[in-house]
C-alpha cells in the first residue's frame, strides 16, 4: 500500500495553507491538486487488469478489489456480487482480494460521516474532494454499498463491454449485439470465455457514458448467493494478523497507561528478566512492551514488570461519570437542530419529562487488537486488520519515524470490530517495536488490555421534555443530551495530521455527531435537539452505530411513556406521529402483526420501538421479563426492515440478526464501570454478554423496496434497547431508564 497511484502528485498536504494567507493558500492548493488518479492493481501470471476494480485471467476467474475490510460484515461477498451481475460472470469462478491504497478507493460517504466534526465545515464537494485526495479509505457507518454500488456497476459494464467489442472483432459483427452471462461471451449460439478474450479486451474503449444492465438483466442481484469468505474461513486457510509468521520473528505484550495517566514512572525489569525466553523490554513514556520468543512469555514478563503510571488530577471512576454528565446536562448546550418555535409552544404549558442514562459500551470483539511489523533496509511493512489503511499507515510512519512512502500495509481479515479497529495505536506500537528490535515483531494486546484501552462507545444522559395537546399529540419536543464530544475526539486521534480538519476543529466545540439521532422521525411541529458536551475523563470512540444506540434509546422510550400518558396504545401512537413516513410505518405495522402485537397492554411484555438510519428503517417488537433469578429474560425479538434495494438478502438477513443480539447484548450488558482510573471489566465474562442459551426467537422481515441502498450493518443495534424497556415497563409496571438495565440506578 505504499503506492498512492496518482496521475499527478501536486503539493502536499502540509502546503495547504501556505502563501499569502490560509485563504489563498487553500484556493491555490485546491487548484493544482490533481482530479485523476492511476490504479495500482497488480496482476499475477495470466491475469489482465481491467481498471481499478476487475482482474480476469486466462482460465477465466474474476477477481474483484474490494476497498473495504471484512470484519465478518459480508462486504467480500456484497461488492463482487456487484461486480458479478454487471459483468455476467460465473459466480463460482469469482475471487475478491484487499484493494491497495489508492485514491480512487476513497470512502467520503464514511468520511463524512466518521469525521463530521472535522470536515463537516467544507462545502460538500470540497469534503469529498478532500477525501478522495487523502486516500481516506474507510470501512465504517453501513457506507459500503452506499459508496460503491455505481463505481463498481460502471467498471463491471465496462469491462463486460470491452469484452463484447473483443468478441465481436473475432465474429466480425456488432458489439451491441452481443451479451454476457456465466463468464461467457454470447452471441447467438456462439459463446466464448472471459478468459480467452481478456487479453484482447483489456485494448478495448469503453463508451462514455458506459449503459448499465436493464432491470432484467440483472441476474445477481437480490439473490442469495454463497458468501466468497466462508470455505476458506471454515478449512482454516484465512489468514488473520495473529496467523502471520515471519522468519526470525518475536513476540511482544505491552502495558499502557490508564486514563488520566501521563508518564510510566517505575517498573520492575529484573522480574521481567528472569521469565525464559525473555528478548528485550521497550518503553516508552506511556507504554512499555516486553518482547519474547514467544507470546505466552511476553504477556508474562510484561505482567512481572508490574509498570506504574503517575497519574494527575482527581481518578475517574463510575461516580465522577455520573456526575460529568449531570453537571453538563444543568449547564449550557449547543443547539444542534431545531423546528418551530418551542418556547412559545412550552410557555406556561404543563410538560412531560424523563431523564435517562446509558453507561460506556466496550467493542469486545472477538479478536482483540494485533498487528505484524518488520522493518528492513528503511521500509516498514505491517500486517493487520484496519478499518482506516491510509490513517494507520501515516500513524506508523510518524512513530517509526519514517516517510510515508516507505510503509507497507497489507490488511488483514477481521475477526470482528464494531469500529474499534478504526483505531491505529497498536499499529503505532508495532512499528515502534519493529523498529528498536530489529526483527519481526507482532504485537497482540491480551483481553484485560484490549477491554482496558477500548475506546468506549460513551457514557451520555438525557433529559427529555414534551407537551402534548388534549388529544395527545406532541405538539413540543426538547431533549437536551449530555455525551462526550467523541466525534471531535475520533477526529483529533485519527486526523491530527491533516492540516484541513486540525483547522476545522479549531473553529468550535460543537460536536453534532455526540447526537446523531436524536431528531424524532416524528411529524412534531416543534422540536429541539441539544448537546451539552461532557468530560468524563475517559477515551471514547466510534461503536456500531455511534451515538444512535443511545438516543434512539432515549427516544422510543420516552416515545413510550408519552403513549403511556396520553392514553394511547404504543403503536397506534407512532403511527399517528408519522406523518408521510410511509416506509418507517410499514416496518411498524409489519412488526407488529408479525409479532402478534397486544398492544403493549399490561403484563404482555411486549414492547416495540422503530428507528431511520442511513436511508434505511426498521421496527423492532420484544417480548422480555424478569426471570425469578432477577436477570432480564428476552424471549422474542421481531425485526420489519426497509433498506432499500437489496443486493444479497442472506447477508442482510445476517445482519440485522446479528444487530440484534448485539444491541440486546448492549441493553443487558456489554458494559463497564471504572474504578481508579480502570475498566472494572477484564474479561469478556466481566462484560455479561447472552450466550446461546440466552438468545431469544428472532424473526427478520425484509420489506421490498424500490430505493436506493441504505445502510444495514448497524441498522438493528439502536431500537433494540428501547423495545426491551418498553416491553419489561408492559411486563412489571416499572420504567427503566438506564442502560444496561437492571443497573444499580435504574
Not at 522468519?247 to 511482544?252: E, T
Not at 521481567?272 to 512499555?288: L, Q, S
Not at 460506556?360 to 522493518?375: D, K, N, S, V
Not at 419489561?728 to 438506564?738: D, K
Request: hydrophobic share 45%; charged share 20%.
Amino acid at each position: 500500500m505504499a503506492e498512492n497511484g496518482h496521475a499527478n502528485r501536486g503539493p502536499s498536504r502540509r502546503t495547504l495553507l501556505i502563501g499569502g494567507g490560509a485563504g489563498v493558500g487553500l484556493i491555490v492548493a485546491w487548484s493544482l491538486w490533481p482530479r485523476t488518479y492511476m490504479p495500482n492493481l497488480t496482476a499475477e501470471e495470466g491475469e489482465s487488469i481491467f481498471g481499478a476494480w476487475i482482474k480476469i485471467g486466462t482460465d477465466g476467474h474474476v477477481t474483484v478489489a474490494v476497498p473495504q475490510a471484512e470484519m465478518g460484515q459480508g462486504v467480500f461477498t456484497a461488492l463482487p456480487q456487484i461486480v458479478a451481475d454487471e459483468l455476467g460472470a460465473d459466480w463460482n469462478r469469482e475471487g475478491v482480494e484487499a484493494a491497495p491504497l489508492n485514491p480512487l478507493y476513497a470512502n467520503p460517504l464514511a468520511a463524512s460521516i466518521l469525521f463530521e466534526v472535522a470536515l463537516g465545515a467544507l462545502p460538500e464537494d470540497w469534503q469529498r474532494g478532500h477525501a478522495t485526495r487523502s486516500s481516506l479509505m474507510l470501512t465504517g457507518a453501513s457506507t459500503s454499498i452506499r459508496q460503491f454500488e455505481e463505481p463498481l456497476r460502471i467498471a463491471g459494464a465496462s469491462a463486460r463491454i470491452m469484452l463484447c467489442k473483443a468478441a465481436a472483432r473475432r465474429w466480425n459483427t456488432d458489439w451491441q449485439s452481443c451479451g454476457t452471462a456465466d463468464g461467457k461471451v454470447i452471441h447467438g449460439d456462439t459463446r466464448i470465455g472471459f478468459g480467452e478474450l481478456a487479453a484482447e479486451a483489456v485494448k478495448e474503449k469503453p463508451p462514455s457514458p458506459v449503459l448499465l444492465r436493464g432491470g432484467e438483466e440483472n441476474r445477481l442481484t437480490g439473490q442469495p448467493l454463497p458468501r466468497l469468505d466462508v470455505p476458506a474461513k471454515v478449512d482454516g486457510s484465512i489468514n488473520y494478523a495473529g496467523d502471520i509468521r515471519l522468519p526470525d520473528m518475536v513476540f511482544a505484550a505491552v502495558r499502557q497507561a490508564p486514563p488520566g495517566a501521563t508518564r510510566l514512572t517505575k517498573y520492575d525489569g529484573q522480574a521481567a528478566d528472569r521469565v525464559r525466553g525473555i528478548f528485550t523490554k521497550v518503553r516508552t513514556d506511556t507504554w512499555i512492551a516486553a518482547v519474547a520468543n514467544n507470546g505466552w512469555a511476553a504477556e508474562r514478563a510484561v505482567e512481572a514488570m508490574n509498570p506504574q503510571f503517575a497519574v494527575e488530577g482527581e481518578p475517574v471512576n463510575s461516580d465522577s461519570i455520573d456526575a460529568a454528565l449531570t453537571t453538563a446536562l444543568d449547564g449550557a448546550g449547543n443547539r444542534v437542530a431545531s423546528a418551530g418555535d418551542l418556547s412559545a409552544v412550552f410557555k406556561d404549558a404543563r410538560v412531560v419529562t424523563g431523564e435517562y442514562r446509558v453507561g460506556l459500551a466496550a467493542h469486545a470483539p472477538l479478536e482483540p487488537m494485533t498487528a505484524t511489523a518488520y522493518y528492513d533496509n528503511g521500509r516498514l511493512s505491517l500486517w493487520l486488520p484496519t478499518q482506516a489503511p491510509g490513517l494507520a499507515r501515516a500513524a506508523a510512519a510518524r512513530a517509526a519515524g519514517v516517510s510515508e512512502d516507505r510503509v507497507v500495509i497489507h490488511p488483514m481479515m477481521g475477526g470482528g470490530s464494531f469500529g474499534a479497529k478504526l483505531e491505529h495505536a497498536v499499529a503505532e506500537q508495532a512499528a515502534v517495536l519493529a523498529r528498536q528490535v530489529e526483527r519481526p515483531v507482532q504485537l497482540t494486546w491480551s483481553r484485560s488490555e484490549d477491554l482496558a484501552h477500548d475506546r468506549f462507545r460513551p457514557a451520555a444522559a438525557a433529559r427529555m421534555t414534551a407537551r402534548l395537546d388534549d388529544k395527545g399529540a406532541i405538539m413540543g419536543w426538547l431533549a437536551k443530551i449530555a455525551a462526550p464530544a467523541s466525534g471531535r475526539e475520533l477526529a483529533s486521534r485519527l486526523l491530527g495530521g491533516d492540516l484541513i480538519a486540525s483547522a476545522s476543529l479549531a473553529l468550535g466545540s460543537s460536536d453534532p455527531s455526540a447526537v446523531a439521532g436524536a431528531v424524532p422521525p416524528y411529524a412534531i411541529p416543534s422540536y429541539a435537539v441539544d448537546h451539552h458536551p461532557a468530560d468524563i475523563g475517559v477515551p471514547t470512540g466510534y461503536w456500531r452505530s455511534g451515538a444512535h444506540s443511545y438516543t434512539a434509546f432515549f427516544t422510543e422510550s420516552f416515545i413510550d411513556e408519552l403513549a403511556h400518558v396520553a392514553g394511547i396504545e404504543a403503536h397506534s401512537f407512532r403511527m399517528a406521529l408519522l406523518g408521510d413516513n410511509v416506509r418507517l410505518a410499514r416496518c411498524l405495522t409489519t412488526a407488529a402483526q408479525l409479532g402478534g402485537w397486544q398492544g403493549g397492554v399490561p403484563g404482555s411484555g411486549q414492547g416495540i420501538a422503530c428507528h431511520a438510519f442511513r436511508n434505511s428503517y426498521i421496527a423492532v417488537m420484544a417480548e422480555a421479563h424478569i426471570g425469578s433469578d432477577k436477570k432480564v429474560k428476552v424471549e422474542r425479538l421481531v425485526a420489519a426492515v426497509d433498506c432499500g434495494r437489496i443486493i444479497n438478502p442472506d447477508l442482510v438477513r445476517q445482519q440485522i440478526e446479528g444487530g440484534l443480539i448485539f444491541g440486546m447484548a448492549a441493553a443487558l450488558g456489554g458494559a463497564t464501570g471504572f474504578t481508579e482510573n480502570m475498566a472494572d471489566a477484564q474479561r469478556l465474562a466481566d462484560l455479561g454478554l447472552p450466550t446461546l442459551a440466552d438468545c431469544p426467537d428472532i424473526t427478520v422481515e425484509l420489506i421490498g423496496s424500490g430505493s436506493d441502498p441504505g445502510g444495514v450493518a448497524e441498522l438493528a443495534v439502536p431500537p433494540v434497547a428501547p423495545a426491551i424497556a418498553n416491553a419489561l415497563q408492559a411486563s412489571t409496571g416499572v420504567r427503566f431508564r438506564r442502560l444496561p438495565l437492571l443497573s444499580d440506578a435504574s
